[in-house]
């Protein structure tokens, strides 16, 4: 029985003379075997520079440096304690982790030489994913980039293609997962990009450029005072990026010209930004790339099994052309229109049945929430009333951004047993019907107006509004003003603050990207593995749970992102108008944290409690924006503010006319 034969050399090797030193370098026995040695190459020599690197400054590794032992292993994973204290400090304590570092440089060079077998290259492979993951979990995530992490793969596959040397299948599946895995990087780092609002309009480049850590003074100033020019290197970044698993299946000029755009742009950065590790650790998987777009590519042509032990015949564009027409012949056929009316059916029957269960979900919801529904307009509004028969003045609550009317559990819980109150849940917000349009100011004031007279609560009103919430109790008493008793501002967002304010312009993009990432989440049912349904657990019983559930629904995050597009479009500019009165009674109260992050807060704030001549200001310094309602204790001072406001309205009031029975009045397109 004859031994089976030793896979043909590649071509290039045939045309090279044999014993070069280049030639031993960089070919391997065919093919894939290529494509590997030039990763193992270009990845080992990333991965040397970083650990001799790390020798150089083996400083910072010692028990008294910025990588202490001592508190790193307070960061690693539990199950390596199991091995014993002892022997991790052996390893990963000083001066233990220098020799781990030593053996990944001196497992790099080997990588490097030449002669080595395919058997000693996968050792050595499977050697530096060892070392990588122990000194990535030794520095508890510090220090590392997504150069590490790729570098990791790259010897993670170069290690399990050298354990299938005789699966040609096997050994094509692995270059293809690494180029998949490579394209995938590149793509979500551009789809992270997108979705950033300072790399959509490019401030995030000069941003960037002016650190200490990845600057570039001269790039920097390029950039600083020409716009467009940040703008252009942010978009070609992102475009880019998100583009390059085109070179997968790019004719091959196309694939080329890909390639060297990547190398020229990790070229780029490692000059400007000083990311050196990434040329290594990225291009060397080009070789990966370009493999596999030779049998992707619209010119990829059929191998012979004989030629190419590496060829898949099921991979060629011929056999796909083959199975494709098959499967368009059996789909024309009766059987196959059957399969495909099927298979429609099937789909409508499942689109129902999500509708279906949406619906359901929403018929649950409504059937534990807590409070009233009321149907205003011929929509449904959900109320939290509380001795509402009582006479006036009677306290209104307005609501902050992507807050349901339970945000104010404690407030008004806090309030006097005989004050009659009510906080409601905006259209789309909370358990209330969305409207078909977002509202302005005109018909927000009208639907507000409209509630209470449905819900029978007395005026005068002391109208208390959180963030958002405090442009529309300016835009209610501006309209009624012989209903307002009184205004309370709770950390209440300022008509001018997006105007006046940098740090608050600049957040502006960030809300709005958190109102659409968040609405993602809930629409696919990750939020509640989020924290941010968690905060409201904390709201007394049975608001928390009830609130937790609520704000798991997709469609009050699109509210919230139409509301803020809306308040700056027409609720920012009608609150700017002056009061009727300046004798109404205000009380501001402001959260220290929101102070500490913009000192223009505390002049907004200020301003509000100029509003009226009978004012008051309370900062609550150690409150947050959102803990000012939804904590007990912080809510207390909110609770005073209130009652402060009413006790003087009580004073003030005169006979008023109850609401009378109207519809809401539509959107005005003058604010």
């Known amino acids: 029985m004859t031994p089976p034969s030793a896979p043909p050399p590649s071509a290039a090797a045939a045309r090279l003379p044999a014993g070069r030193f280049a030639d031993r370098l960089h070919l391997g026995r065919d093919d894939i075997d290529t494509v590997f040695r030039k990763l193992e190459l270009m990845t080992s020599v990333g991965a040397t520079i970083g650990a001799v690197e790390l020798l150089a400054t083996a400083e910072t590794l010692a028990d008294d440096g910025l990588f202490a032992w001592p508190v790193m292993r307070l960061r690693a994973p539990l199950w390596w304690r199991r091995v014993g204290e002892e022997r991790l400090e052996k390893v990963f304590g000083y001066p233990g982790i220098v020799g781990l570092v030593q053996t990944r440089a001196l497992t790099g060079l080997g990588l490097l030489l030449p002669g080595a077998t395919r058997a000693q290259r996968g050792v050595l492979a499977a050697t530096m994913c060892g070392t990588a993951h122990g000194l990535h979990t030794r520095m508890g995530g510090f220090g590392l980039d997504g150069s590490d992490h790729l570098t990791f793969v790259n010897y993670a596959v170069s290690a399990a293609e050298k354990a299938f040397g005789h699966d040609p299948r096997a ?6 997962f690494l180029a998949a895995q490579v394209c995938m990087a590149y793509f ?7 979705i950033s609002p300072v790399w959509r309009d490019g401030t995030a480049i000069p941003e960037i450029f002016r650190t200490s850590t990845f600057g570039d003074p001269l790039f920097y100033r390029a950039v600083r005072d020409r716009p ?3 703008k252009s290197v942010a978009w070609a970044t992102i475009l880019g990026e998100m583009a390059f698993p085109l070179v997968l299946v790019a004719p091959k000029p196309v694939a080329r010209g890909i390639l060297a755009s990547g190398t020229a742009f990790h070229l780029g950065n490692a000059r400007f930004m000083g990311l050196n590790r990434f040329v290594w650790s990225y291009c060397s998987t080009y070789p ?3 493999h596999v777009s030779r049998s992707l590519g619209p010119r990829a042509r059929t191998a012979s099994p004989a030629a190419s032990p590496a060829a898949s015949p099921a991979a060629s564009p011929t056999t796909c052309a083959r199975t494709a027409g098959r499967l368009l012949r059996a789909a024309a056929g009766p059987r196959g229109a059957a399969v495909v009316t099927a298979g429609a059916g099937l789909a409508l029957l499942a689109g129902a049945a999500v509708r279906q269960a949406g619906r359901a979900r929403d018929v649950r919801l409504r059937r534990d929430a807590p409070g009233e529904l009321l149907t205003v307009a011929g929509r449904t509004v959900h109320v939290l009333p509380r001795n509402s028969a009582a006479d006036g003045p009677s306290v209104v609550f307005e609501n902050g951004l992507a807050a349901p009317a339970t945000q104010w559990g404690w407030v008004q819980r806090g309030l006097d047993p005989r004050t009659p109150s009510a906080a409601y849940d905006r259209p789309g917000i909370g358990w209330s019907d969305a409207a078909d349009r977002p509202q302005g100011p005109d018909e927000a004031a009208g639907v507000l107006a409209e509630t209470l007279r449905t819900l029978g609560l007395k005026p005068p009103y002391v109208l208390v509004g959180h963030s958002i919430g405090g442009l529309l109790v300016r835009t209610f008493a501006r309209r009624h003003p012989e209903l307002t008793g009184g205004l309370v501002f709770v950390d209440a967002t300022h008509p001018e603050q997006f105007v006046r304010s940098p740090r608050q312009r600049e957040a502006l993009p960030w809300i709005r990207q ?3 990432t968040t609405g993602l989440q809930a629409a696919l049912g990750l939020l509640r593995y989020s924290s941010l349904p968690r905060q409201m657990s904390g709201l007394p019983a049975p608001l928390g749970d009830a609130t937790e559930r609520i704000v798991r629904r997709p469609r009050l995050w699109r509210t919230a992102r139409e509301e803020l597009a809306e308040s700056q479009r027409t609720w920012c500019p009608d609150a700017r ?3 009727p009165a300046t004798d109404t009674p205000v ?20 301003e509000l409690a100029l509003l009226s001549t009978v004012s008051r200001h309370d900062v609550v310094e150690e409150a947050g924006h959102e803990s000012l309602v939804l904590d007990e204790a912080h ?17 003030g009031a005169a006979p008023v006319v109850p609401l009378k029975a109207g519809k809401a009045k539509p959107a005005s397109d003058s604010a």
Not at 589 to 596: D, F, I, K, L, M
Not at 637 to 647: L, Q
């Open 171 to 176: 050994r094509e599946m692995l270059v293809r």
């Open 188 to 194: 979500t780092s551009g789809a992270a990009k997108l």
């Open 228 to 230: 467009w020019l940040a």
């Open 288 to 290: 990966a790339l370009a």
């Open 514 to 516: 958190r109102m659409t």
């Open 577 to 579: 108008q002056p009061l």
């Open 587 to 606: 009380a501001v109260v402001t959260a220290g944290e929101t102070v500490r992050s913009d000192p223009l807060h505390a002049e907004f704030q200020r």
């Open 635 to 651: 809510a207390a001072h909110v609770v005073r503010a209130v009652e402060w406001v009413r006790t003087r309205a009580a004073k």
